[in-house]
């Protein structure tokens, strides 16, 4: 894969979307390693990132959206709602070209690769976190936590300045590694939902 964005972007929508798919109607509620979400709130966080993915690669502005993804995005049925999301994202991510455009972000211009490989990490980290919500399948592909590994080891420092993620938690010596790769994302592997 060579750390190409756009190839790790679908990747990881592919498990966040594959344990949506797994969320039955009565765990909407259900807590999640998120505290401040519950199973819909963290799909509709993951929904509003890939709405946001269509406008800015195509050079629109922060400004420019205003308050249009503001709120719940999921409706009457969250699983479809989220699957229009990814649709639409997906089309704007591999349309030819995309990863080398620029995107206007909240902290300044940025190469939409560079995006992209954030959406990466946001994706497979959730994704581990709805699988541990749902109580499905929590093993991340192996290839994809060494990916996020390279990449987040540039980030965790300006991740954790910026408040968007917890703290480091403690992994034992020998840990595998996912687990020291969601350690590094303040989740605990080991937990139980």
């Not at 976190?129 to 936590?145: K, N, S, Y």
Request: proline share 5%; net charge negative.
């Amino acid at each position: 894969m060579g750390s190409d964005p756009v190839a790790l972007y679908v990747r990881a929508t592919d498990v966040f979307d594959t344990r949506v798919r797994a969320v039955r109607p009565d765990q909407w509620d259900d807590a999640t390693p998120c505290t401040e979400w519950n199973v819909r709130q963290l799909v509709n966080h993951v929904a509003v990132e890939d709405l946001w993915v269509p406008p800015l690669l195509a050079g629109k502005t922060i400004a420019d959206v205003g308050d249009a993804y503001d709120g719940d995005q999921l409706g009457d049925d969250p699983a479809a709602a989220w699957s229009r999301a990814l649709a639409g994202a997906r089309q704007a991510v591999l349309e030819p070209g995309a990863a080398d455009r620029t995107v206007h972000l909240s902290y300044g211009d940025e190469r939409a690769g560079e995006y992209l490989l954030q959406l990466f990490a946001d994706h497979l980290i959730h994704g581990w976190d709805l699988a541990w919500a749902i109580d499905g399948d929590t093993e991340l592909p192996a290839d994809l936590v060494d990916e996020c590994t390279t990449y987040f080891a540039r980030m965790e420092e300006t991740y954790r300045k910026i408040g968007a993620i917890a703290a480091r938690v403690d992994v034992p010596a020998g840990a595998d590694a996912q687990t020291r790769l969601l350690a590094t994302f303040g989740r605990n592997a080991s937990a139980s939902a």
